[in-house]
Structures are given as C-alpha cells and as structure tokens.
C-alpha cells in the first residue's frame, strides 16, 4: 500500500525559500514516478514539477529556474526546494504518485489523472 508523507511548507516572505518533502513507503520507483502539484483558492489544481521513470524532470513554466525538484532514492524521498517565492506562490502543495502506464510513457508532468496517490498537502504561504 502507497502511503505519502509530507513535511516542510510553512510561512515566509516574498523572495524567501522553503523545501517541501515526500516520504513515499510503498511506491515501487524511488522517488521517480512522482510530481508535486499545487491548488490555490479559486484556481485548479496544477503540476509544478515532476520525474518519469528515466529521471527526466519537467517544471511549470511559473515554476523554472526558482523551483528545483529531486529525490533520494535509498529514503523514497522527493523534495522540492522553492526559492524566490512570490506571492502567487501561495497554495496547498501536494505530492502524488503517478500511474506507471503514464510515467513511462508521457512527459514527466503529465495530468492530474494520471496520478494515482496523493499526500495529505501542506500550506505555504508568502507574503509581502
């Protein structure tokens, strides 16, 4: 059974650095197979960044260069190190597991349907 534990978020301000991690017990592929998405209030929700199953990472457009996704294999573990955060950085961030069918065969991101476990979400918050 896949089971995705959380840690991190918090609240900074803008231009500040947070990391979020995701302990993921049960899942066959280390920390490959999985992305981090995010939903805001108002908006849907949204892949920010994630890896296939060759270690291939994608990031949101809204994310590059400021966000970086990464993984320890030996702990399961995917993190994401947000720098320079903004305010519309502001939302519940969660980590998910992604089918295989889809990790292996689409980009590394993909859609929200293909993700298959998701963890409970953390709060970031950044203001001003």
């Known amino acids: 059974q896949v089971q995705l534990r959380e840690s991190g978020g918090g609240s900074v301000q803008t231009g500040g650095s947070l990391r979020l991690s995701c302990a993921a017990s049960?899942?066959?592929?280390?920390?490959?197979?999985l992305g981090w998405f995010r939903h805001a209030p108002g908006r849907r929700r949204e892949g920010v960044a994630g890896?296939?199953?060759?270690?291939?990472?994608q990031y949101a457009d809204f994310v590059k260069g400021r966000f970086i996704i990464s993984g320890d294999n030996a702990e399961n573990t995917l993190y994401l190190q947000m720098n320079s955060l903004k305010l519309e950085d502001t939302a519940m961030y969660f980590c998910?597991?992604?089918?295989?069918?889809?990790?292996?065969?689409?980009?590394?991101?993909?859609?929200?349907?293909?993700?298959?476990?998701w963890g409970q979400g953390l709060q970031v918050t950044v203001s001003s």
């Open positions: 049960g899942h066959a592929f280390g920390f490959h197979c």
């Open positions: 998910a597991t992604r089918s295989p069918f889809y990790c292996r065969s689409g980009a590394p991101i993909g859609e929200e349907f293909e993700y298959r476990h």
């Open positions: 890896i296939d199953v060759n270690g291939k990472i």
